[in-house]
């Protein structure tokens, strides 16, 4: 049976008044969903029905970040616990746990809750069963070689994710991908091309559920072997640049070296024109039309 309003009320009222939330790096993350930020006002309006029922609804949309659905389930708990249903509350409780070990409740969170995020975060301490990634990989790896990545988690809350997603990204903006369905433990086989020369590789794997909520992330970096590969359209190296050859010099001629009138451009000009005149007068009267015409001549020659 459902405890008086009165409850949820003044757990509604304090968290208005002193403006508390849970500490997970100040709030919701950046970026988030829609329907996540609609939660999140209707939290701090201190609407909280209707904020528990927008975090399971983003929940159940998909595409959250870790602390995202730590702090999704952490306050799907804490109104739960409000209005007297216990046991949801604790499985939501434990839920935020296995992500996060230290998630806090708001101060004024009510004695149920609180009694029920203590509990839950004393049995993930007890059985030690925190979900996490592990990545292992080589530091420096050949250019264009393969290699493998292993990834590795927990037993038990691995049973939670439905697969693990792998991407690399050279720093192109166009990442590698891969995903392989949840285990304890995975090994990724990246292929060679991925190891451009000179690169410095960003390895990021997903521990996502069904959902593709991520429910942890690990990173790692390697770095490819040789030097950079220059980008499309990058200048050549200079010893490939062919230098450019200027014309050679006319040689100059003994007048022009003696200085003078000679040694100007003005007399060649003059020659020029001279000899131009000459072979004009010359082929005017070669060209001129004879009176001596003969039968069977050519027209014209007539």
Request: charged content about 20%; glycine content about 10%; hydrophobic content about 45%.
């Amino acid at each position: 049976m459902r405890p008086p309003r009165s409850g949820l009320g003044r757990l509604s009222c304090a968290l208005v008044v002193a403006g508390l939330a849970l500490s997970l790096g100040g709030g919701s993350a950046f970026g988030a969903p829609k329907t996540f930020g609609q939660a999140d006002a209707a939290w701090h309006k201190g609407e909280l029905e209707q904020a528990m029922a927008l975090y399971e609804k983003a929940l159940e949309q998909g595409g959250l970040e870790p602390a995202e659905v730590v702090l999704a389930y952490s306050r799907i708990g804490t109104v739960q616990g409000a209005l007297g249903d216990e046991n949801a509350a604790l499985s939501a409780f434990r839920t935020a746990a296995m992500l996060d070990p230290a998630f806090e409740l708001p101060a004024d969170a009510g004695p149920v809750a609180k009694k029920l995020h203590a509990r839950a975060r004393a049995e993930a301490e007890k059985n030690d069963e925190y979900l996490s990634l592990s990545l292992s990989v080589p530091e420096e790896v050949p250019a264009r070689q393969p290699f493998s990545v292993v990834v590795v988690m927990p037993p038990n809350p691995a049973a939670l994710v439905n697969e693990v997603v792998l991407s690399i990204d050279d720093g192109s903006g166009k990442p590698w991908k891969q995903k392989l369905e949840a285990a304890p433990e995975l090994t990724f086989e990246v292929p060679g091309k991925v190891a451009v020369s000179g690169a410095r590789l960003v390895l990021v794997a997903r521990a996502l559920d069904g959902r593709k909520n991520a429910w942890a992330v690990a990173e790692a970096k390697v770095t490819v072997e040789g030097a950079p590969v220059p980008a499309a359209g990058s200048m050549v190296d200079e010893e490939e640049k062919t230098p450019f050859e200027e014309p050679a010099a006319r040689p100059r001629s003994p007048k022009q070296d003696q200085g003078g009138f000679f040694s100007g451009s003005t007399p060649w000009i003059l020659g020029g024109a001279a000899a131009a005149v000459v072979t004009g007068v010359v082929l005017f009267f070669a060209l001129q039309p004879t009176d001596d015409v003969r039968v069977g001549a050519p027209s014209w020659q007539r």
